[in-house]
C-alpha cells in the first residue's frame, strides 16, 4: 500500500483546508488510519485517527473542536477537516497506516506505512 497526502495550501488564521490521503493499491479500511505533523524544527506528533470501520475517532487536545477525521469508502481516502485554522496549526501534515490495536494509535512507532506530507500554512 503507497498513501499520497494532499490538500494543504497557504491559508489566513481562521480558515479551512480539507486533506485527503488516498492510496495507489489496497483498502484503506484495512488499516487504523491517522494524521500526524511535524512543525519546523519540532518532533512530528499525533494529530488524529480513525478506527477501521470510520467509528471512532481520536483528536490531540490542540485540534479537538476544530479538526475532523472521516472515511470515504467510496473513495477509498481518509480526510482531515481542518476549521478554524491557527498559525501554530502551521506544519506538514503526513497520513499514515497502521494495523496496532487502538490503544497505541497515537504512537509514531507503530506506523509503517506513510504518505509523502502535505504542507499548511496558516498566516496570522
Known amino acids: 500500500v503507497q498513501l499520497q497526502a494532499s490538500g494543504g495550501g497557504l491559508v489566513q488564521a481562521g480558515g479551512s483546508l480539507r486533506l485527503s490521503c488516498a492510496t495507489s493499491g489496497g483498502t484503506l479500511t484495512t488499516y487504523n488510519m491517522a494524521w500526524f505533523r511535524q512543525g519546523s524544527g519540532e518532533e512530528r506528533e499525533f494529530v488524529a485517527g480513525i478506527s477501521r470501520n470510520g467509528g471512532t475517532t481520536k483528536y490531540t487536545d490542540s485540534v479537538k473542536g476544530r479538526f475532523t477525521i472521516s472515511r470515504d469508502k467510496a473513495k477509498n481516502t481518509v480526510d482531515l477537516q481542518t476549521n478554524s485554522l491557527k498559525p501554530e496549526d502551521t506544519a506538514v501534515y503526513y497520513c499514515?497506516?497502521?494495523?496496532?490495536?487502538?490503544?497505541?494509535?497515537?504512537?509514531?512507532?507503530?506506523?509503517?506505512?506513510w504518505g509523502q506530507g502535505t504542507l499548511v500554512t496558516v498566516s496570522s
Open positions: 499514515a497506516a497502521t494495523s496496532v490495536i487502538w490503544g497505541r494509535l497515537t504512537e509514531e512507532v507503530h506506523y509503517k506505512i
